[in-house]
């Protein structure tokens, strides 16, 4: 009983807990037969958030065997790095602007064949910009590239060599050409044409041609 009294009045120097996470802080303490309660949260300039700013009682004290060390971790600083959202979905990009501590600012959408759309094409401020809390981020976000449509002219009754190399100069597909025996008209002349004039195409779109023979 004797031993037992002695070994609980037994006094221990507290360890430097400062710059540890509360479980670090744990595993030290405990080797001292110490334990750790975390008593709230600051902001810091100097420890990222998670870790411990303050202790009490302080490092070097010399408490009894058994008693608590409670500690103040920080919560982060008031300045934040600006995360590279580059090429990021939309979701990506506010998921980690949000852990950064920053909000979404003004949203930009472009046309553009660099990047898919969905994704986030430039920002503002920049990449690594070291700024306050809670600033807002401009975003810049694909819309792919842009498609245009082109009425089809009225292809019939020209010479084929031309409208075959316009088209082509134009990056349209002229995928089929087919040569058939239609009365009346001299050789390589369109006869027929498909899609027919006046019909809305993208570039993508396949042009077939019958022409004269």
Known sequence: MFSQVLLKSEAVTVPDLTGKTVGQARAELVKKDLSVAQNGTELSDRWERGLIVRQDPAAGSRIRVTKVVRVVTSSGSEKVTVPDLAGKSLDEALTMLQAAGLLKGKLTQVHTPRLPAGRILDQKPAPGAVVERSLPVGLLLSQGDVDDHFIMPDLIGRRADRVIGRLKALDFKVADIRYVYYSGAAA?????????SGFR???????????SR
């Open 188 to 196: 390589g002349i369109v006869v027929k044409q498909d899609p027919p």
């Open 201 to 211: 195409v993208k570039k993508r779109n396949r042009i077939s041609l019958e022409v």
